[in-house]
């Protein structure tokens, strides 16, 4: 019996063979995410602490060198993840489309402060 595969980047187990890679590797994909990666059998899977704590330190603008040394991730595998994330900016942005609206608003109240200032003098 082979070992289960995991997903390095979404920890899924949906993971499909995918042909050889150019070291004559097996590889695999992931049929969650879409990652596609080679058995590495130094990896360990990162737990649910260790990938949040990942995500607040790239909030802070913590250079990946230091993430990597605090939370014992390689600095390969942390570029893979925000490169992944990053492909999500997009999509997330789009979402919201409303801006325009509640700007307009600010800008009326903005006016109505500085009449009542003028007013005062
Ligand atoms: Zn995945």
Same mark, same amino acid.
């Not at 979404?10 to 995918?18: A, L, T």
């Not at 596609?36 to 250079?63: A, H, R, S, Y």
């Not at 509640?102 to 009449?115: N, P, R, S």
């Given at each position: 019996? #082979?070992?289960?595969? &995991?997903? !390095?980047?979404?920890?899924?187990?949906?993971?499909? #063979?995918?042909?050889?890679?150019r070291?004559?590797?097996?590889?695999?994909?992931?049929k969650?995410?879409?990652?596609?990666?080679?058995?590495?059998?130094?990896?360990?899977? #990162?737990?649910?602490?260790?990938?949040?704590?990942i995500?607040?330190?790239?909030?802070?603008?913590?250079?990946?060198?230091?993430?990597?040394?605090? &939370?014992? /991730?390689?600095?390969?595998w942390?570029?893979?993840?925000?490169?992944t994330?990053?492909?999500? $900016? !997009?999509k /997330?942005a789009?979402? &919201?489309?409303?801006?325009?609206?509640?700007?307009?608003?600010?800008?009326?109240?903005?006016?109505?402060? $500085?009449?009542? #200032?003028g007013?005062?003098?």
């Amino acid at each position: 019996m #082979k070992p289960e595969m &995991t997903c !390095p980047t979404c920890g899924s187990h949906d993971i499909i #063979k995918n042909g050889l890679n150019r070291r004559a590797k097996q590889s695999y994909k992931c049929k969650d995410c879409g990652r596609q990666f080679v058995e590495d059998p130094q990896w360990q899977p #990162k737990d649910k602490n260790t990938l949040g704590l990942i995500d607040l330190l790239l909030l802070e603008k913590i250079p990946l060198a230091g993430i990597s040394g605090a &939370t014992g /991730v390689s600095e390969s595998w942390l570029q893979d993840s925000v490169n992944t994330g990053y492909e999500w $900016v !997009p999509k /997330v942005a789009q979402v &919201t489309p409303k801006a325009q609206g509640k700007l307009k608003v600010q800008m009326d109240e903005l006016w109505a402060f $500085v009449d009542d #200032k003028g007013n005062q003098q």
